[in-house]
């Protein structure tokens, strides 16, 4: 493995940390929403405690959708980088939830494997270390 899938690895590490300070300040949100206590606290006089669900609403978007494909992404792009077989990190793969392969293209590139073989290797055709 090289030291630029190690860098990657280091990434998936971050943005795990990233979804859960985001699911701690979602929960911290919910609950601001749910007992009605800091409203005036954070928004003034204004008592209008759906600004909290909102920003729950908000920070569960982020953490669900853009946070969580880019983290599968790097997952698949290191999996690839380290020669495991698509089939062994994704075994319930649902085809009308495919990742973002573009993406992984490039993170493998970014990260110092040639991603010539990364279509049979998606398919689940052996194929040799790519980096």
Known sequence: MNTRATH???KIHTLA??????RREEQKALKRARHGKAAEE???????????YYAYEDLRE????PVRSHARSCQLAYGYLRGVPYKKIEQKHRPDNDPDWREIEKLV????????????WREG???ACAA
């Open 42 to 52: 954070f928004h003034g006089n204004v008592c209008d405690y759906r600004v909290d």
């Open 17 to 22: 940390d990233e979804a859960r300070h985001i």
């Open 8 to 10: 990657l690895k280091i």
């Open 125 to 127: 055709l052996e194929v």
């Open 62 to 65: 982020h953490r669900t959708g």
């Open 109 to 120: 590139r970014r990260f110092g494997g040639d991603p010539t073989n990364l279509k049979a």
